[in-house]
């Protein structure tokens, strides 16, 4: 299945872009988007980050579906 | 117009324009919360900064809040706006205006909506600072 990643922050500025495509096995977790995104940028294991699926914010265990939108929320600041 | 309201804006704030719209015949308060940007973070010297944000999320969460804060008091209706990009020092970054017929409902619901807002919406400051050192994202990652 293929899920949209939407990165900020200094996530947006390791990888150098501010979303991207994964491809990921059946049943995936949001786990598996660490993964992916560590393996590709090893420097984004420095940041914590929590994941949001779809809009709300999830835990590592959440199961993906395909077309599901993940955004990888770094440390918020606003106000 | 809506009880509630959020939105972003990528000039400068006008707090003003919001109380305006704010207030309704029957309030006899309007509280007005600003958000400004200082020269200084942990005793470092700051010299801008810059936010960013997941607008999609941070607006529905934004008014999420919005809609349980102003479920819990007695108020009329919650306005804010966020500046995103560049922001100098000393400009608005954030508005935060509640009206209601008294004061104490409308004192306590900037407070909840400003708390909630730092804690759960996905939007991201980083920090210039002074002396060339590297300029740095700021915050806490938020908790499911």
Known sequence: MRVHVLLFASLREIAGDSQVEFELGAGATAVAVREELAARWPATRQVPYIVAVNQDYATDEHELSDGDEVALVPAISGG | MQ????????????????????RRDEDGAVVTFVGVTRNHHDGRSVVGLAYEAYEAMAVARVLAILAEVGGGH????????????EVPIGEASIAVVVSAPHRGPAFDAVREVMDRIKREAPIFKKEFFGGGEDAEWVGEVPRV
């Open chain 2, 74 to 85: 007695d108020v009329g209706r919650i306005l804010v706006e966020h500046r995103l990009g």
């Open chain 2, 3 to 22: 009880r509630f309201e959020f939105s972003f804006c990528d000039g400068p704030l006008d707090a003003r324009s919001l109380e305006v719209r704010a």
